[in-house]
Structures are given as structure tokens and as C-alpha cells.
């Protein structure tokens, strides 16, 4: 990525001036991919990261204590090339999926995006979607599909968006990902009753 | 030849002197140079003791409320490698079978000297990890051939007369695919169904002749084949209804929710010679919060406490870390749910740690999350789940229990114990320290107690000062 493409951009943030991203442009933003907290909560967290437009995010996921059996965690974009889900990435950019992240040479398994459209992506975990493991990353400005209300490709036939994947979306307004560089994964808002589903 | 007098003749005469005396008097292609075991009159020949996983020893005349409290050591056997147990052993007359670590073991069960050991080649890298290798399946004994799974998720037939393996296969071998087999065998009517555990379970039902797989079960179809998970790991061992030809299995908790997560942490009926689905009950749909079936199914029939004429209930039950569940064994539908413990992923009847007998569910169930910790026995009406009996213990405990003549048989964790309470009222008739936590399950055979020491889940491999062994518990220690 060249400096006039950041120049560009600061320039186009305007105020934004002030709030220099942190993300410098050799290392990428880091998303810790969890398994679970007590609560049995997946996740990405930060759940909303703000990179420059042509920034990388790297997907982290660390086994515990070298043993682990296979979670099928996946980083795959909002789009119909994936599962038939809605379009919530800019409409140039590419699909991306990471897969299965199952195979770990070192313990630790990664996946790398580099950004190359401005805009609003949103991703899922092809396993996980149902119990809100997803996660947003603005870069530059937002914009584009995922700006859309969760859920608004359903009237095409496009795979329902779950409620809880849309709780975690909802909690992570795009201007509030350009101001604050992350949001946090709101973990309180998907808490589950325990145990899930017992009828006394 | 009869049962009892080979018997007393070995326990009278030294083993070899024995088979060298009998050589010439029985066939010598049956006996050779190691026999099959003769039978004896109250053998426990597998995991659960029978096809129904009751852990309930009918056949044990010997051992009883009065006698427990002469109980003394008569002898201990060391594991080769040093290994902890979490096997149940399996006693037929005169021998015992095991295993722990990278061994499966044959010792005399009137001297714990060792017939034979088997390596199941689980060693090396396998060895520095707790919960892939080692052995905790316990040995299914069937007509002179025994069947157990390992860590490695093998499972291997030997001949129970010199330990000489018969067949071996691999159910999974994918190394990413973190499978294990804790789960032991049952054998019934030419077949051998086993579960295990990892990124993604099955059941698999073998033809007990050659090893080959007859039919397969992955448990959570919800999620796809080629993200190669799901969950639904399989700890315990399964039950057989010969009525139905039906098999029950239970489960672990889902690992991937794309969707309701069928069959995981469900009790599932299938029939055993097609692996046709008969029914499944799901005690926690999607389940994050790792509430697995950790207790084996158990089949009995329950009696109305009423006595009325006719009132039985076919009945499948099994505890999972929030409850215990009994249902109707031929439609899935509960008859009563009982919970000792709050839910978590600690608590509960860990490890297969239930028995039925008497018209009655014995448990043990844990609660970690209590201040302080509670661990407690109890024993429920079978036929409405009420408490008869309910007591606490000093300590929490992860050991499967046992039941016989009116006595119930249980480990401690911490402190290290095995205790034997009244089955009618739960009052303590005797106890003894261990080594080291108790893991492997009781096993009451032909008027003898055996048991074990293993380790709590922190042990990481790491040497003790002490040595993991099968103890051998009789009256006056004879």
C-alpha cells in the first residue's frame, strides 16, 4: 500500500486526523479467536477492528494447553460465494474464507486478510454463527452492503441471518469502529441460560 | 472338569505346577500352556458387569453388609509403566484383566502375578498427554476373547488364554482429528459397539469375528463432514436391550452448532445389526456450556412403589453433568429427571460414577461450584426418581461405583479413598486410604474387591513416587 492512498484517506476522514490509527501499515490488526469463556461463549474479539484501507487483520486461535480437539472455527465473509449468505462486504471485494481452522503446525492456527476495497466487511464462523461468533472490520471509510440491517438479504432467499449474530453486528455501529479503533466483544449480550435449553 | 474344582486346585497348587499337572488330563489343545479362564460363580465380565450396564453384581453371595468391615488388602499389582488406572477390571474366575497406560494386562486373580501383558503401542508422544492415550476402556470378556479400545482408537480382540492378538482395527487414525477411545466395548450377538471420543464422534458397530465395521453413526450431522468436527465425544460404554435388539449410547456436548446439534448430549436407541436410529432424546439442545452425558446408559425395569399389579417401567437411564434421566427404553419419552448437583462442566455423575439395583438408581454426583465442594451418594427410587438415601462424602469423586449384596462400592479423589456403604441406607460400613485418587472403577468378582489409584484430572504425565495398581480386597485379606 502506497503513503498517497493513506494520505488520501486521512484526508478524507477529515477530523479524523487526530485519531491517528494505531494499525501501522507493515503489522496487521490482531483478532484473538476464542473457544469459549466459562460461559460457553465463541468469539472474535475484538469483535469490531478499524484497519487503513489495504491493512491486514490477522485471525488468531490458540489450542489450551496443547490439547484440543477440533473446533471447524471458521473467518468467512458475509457474501453468496459463502453458504448463500447475504452480501455485507463491499460489492468489488473479493470473497474470502479461511476454512476449517483445524490444522496447527506451531499450536497456534492464523489466517490473514489483506483489505484491498474500502468499506464495511462483516464475517462469520461457518459453525458458530448460530451462538453470535461474528465480527466486523471497517477499512478506511465504512460504507457498502454491510451497512444494511442484519438479516435484509432474507427477502432474496439468502440464508437467515441468526438473532444472535445480529446482536453482536448491531453492538458494533461502523463510526463507532472508526472512532474507537476496536469494540470489545460485547460478551453479556449473548449470554445463554444454564443450562441452555433444560426444562425443570 | 468343573469350574470348582480347577479352581481350588490352582489356588491350592502353583500355577504352572498346575497346567503341567492337568496337561495330560484335559485336552491339551484347550488348555496348552495358558487356558481360557473357567468361569467362576460370580464373575464381573465387563465394564458395566452385564449387557445392561447396571454395575450390579446379582451373582456376588460373599461379600455382604457384615463382611465389608473385615476387608484387607491381599494383594497389589504395579502397572509396568508406571501408568495411572481408570479402567474397571474385568474378573472371570481365576483371572483379571485390565489395562492402563500402554499395557493391557492378564494377572492371576487369586495371586495378582501376571499371566500376560499386551502393548497396545501407545507410547512416545502419545505418552506426554493426559487426555489422548493411555487406557481407560475396560475389557469386554466373551467366549474366551477379550475387547477394549485405546487412546489411539484401536480396538484390538486378544485371546483372553495368552494374550495373542486375534484382530486389531483402526476406527480413526486421523491424528488432527484428536480421537481417543475411552469408551468400552460390548459385545452382543456376533457384534462390538464402541464410541470415542474427539473432534468428531461416532458410533461404530464391528462384527466381532474379524474386526470389520458393519455400520457407522456420526453423531452431530448437522454440521458438515468436511469441517471435520462436531463434537458429541463419547466417554462411558453402551447398553444393550435384547428385547429390542437395541444398543443405547450417550453423548458429549456439540463442539460446532450449525444447527440444533442432533444427537449430541443425547441418549440414542439404535438397532444393533442395522444401526437403524430408534429414537434419540437430547438433554441440551446446542450445548455450550459442556453438560456432557458422562454416566453410562443403564437398562432396568422399575417397580411401582405401590407394588400394583403389572406397574413396571421399561426404563434407559443415564446422568449428564446437570441431571439424571430416565426414559422409556422403547419410545425415548421421560419418566423423571432427578438433579443432585448445579450444573457445570464438573459437576455431576462423573465418570460412569451410577448403578442400578434394588428398584433403586445409586449416584454419585459432584459439585465443584458449592462452597465448599460437595460430593454426595445417594440412591433414587428407580420407578420416580425420590431420594431414599442421600449422604455426603469428605471429598468429590470421579469413579465408577459398584453394587453387590447389599452393598454399595465407591471412590474418592480427594482424600484418597474406597468406601463400602449399606445399599439399604447409605450408612458407611467401611473404608481404606489409597495411594492416590481413585479413578478405575469397583469390581466385586467371585468374593474379592478390586480396585485402583490413579490421578486427578491436573496429573500431566509426571512420575510418582508411588506406584498406580490394582488392589485386591478380601476378608481377613485370604
Known sequence: ?200 | MTHVSRRSFLETGGRAAAIGALAGVWRPSVVGAAAVPAAGAADWTRFGYDLHNTRFNRNEKTLGPREVARLKPKWTFDTIDGWPIQSTPTVIGDTLFFGAGGHYYSLDSASGRMNWSFDTGIGGEWLANWLLPGTRSSAHYHEGRIYFGTGLCNVHCLDAANGREIWKTAIESRKEMMASMMFSPVVYNGNVVVGYSGSMAEIVCMHAETGAVRWRFRVVKDVPEKYQTGGASMWTSAAIDEQQNAVFNVTGNAKAFSGPTLYANSLIAHDIDTGELLWAYQAHPQDIHDLDFCAHPMVFDAVSPQRSRGDVRRCVGAGNKANFVCLNRHTGEMFWKASLNAPSANSGPLICATAVAYNRVYIQTANPTSRPTLGLSAALNAYTGDVEWLTANEGLQASPIAVANGVMYQGLVNPAKIQALDAETGQQLWEYDMRSAVRGGMTIANGALYASNGEGGGWQGQKTPYPHSIHCFTVDGK
Open chain 1, 1 to 200: 500500500m502506497g503513503r498517497l492512498s493513506r494520505r488520501e484517506l486521512l484526508a478524507a476522514a477529515g477530523a479524523g486526523v487526530l485519531a491517528l490509527p494505531r494499525v501501522g501499515l507493515a503489522q496487521a490488526a490482531v483478532v484473538r479467536v476464542g473457544l469459549a469463556y466459562p460461559r460457553g461463549q465463541y468469539f472474535f474479539d475484538p469483535a469490531g477492528v478499524w484497519i487503513p484501507h489495504g491493512g491486514t487483520v490477522r485471525w488468531e486461535f490458540a489450542f489450551s494447553g496443547g490439547v484440543g480437539a477440533l473446533m471447524g472455527v471458521s473467518v468467512t465473509a458475509f457474501h453468496p460465494a459463502n453458504e448463500n449468505h447475504e452480501l455485507r462486504i463491499p460489492a468489488a471485494a473479493k470473497p474470502f474464507d479461511s476454512g476449517p481452522m483445524n490444522k496447527a503446525a506451531s499450536g497456534f492456527i492464523r489466517f490473514e486478510h489483506v483489505f484491498d476495497e474500502e468499506g464495511t466487511y462483516d464475517y462469520f464462523s461457518l459453525t458458530h454463527e448460530s451462538i453470535g461468533m461474528v465480527g466486523r472490520v471497517v477499512v478506511g471509510r465504512p460504507g457498502g452492503p454491510g451497512e444494511q440491517p442484519p438479516g435484509y438479504g432474507a427477502r432474496d432467499g439468502r440464508a437467515p441471518m441468526f438473532p444472535a449474530s445480529a446482536v453482536i453486528l448491531n453492538a458494533c455501529p461502523s463510526q463507532q469502529i472508526v472512532e474507537k479503533k476496536t469494540i470489545p466483544y460485547p460478551r453479556d449480550l449473548v449470554v445463554r441460560p444454564y443450562p441452555y435449553g433444560e426444562t425443570r
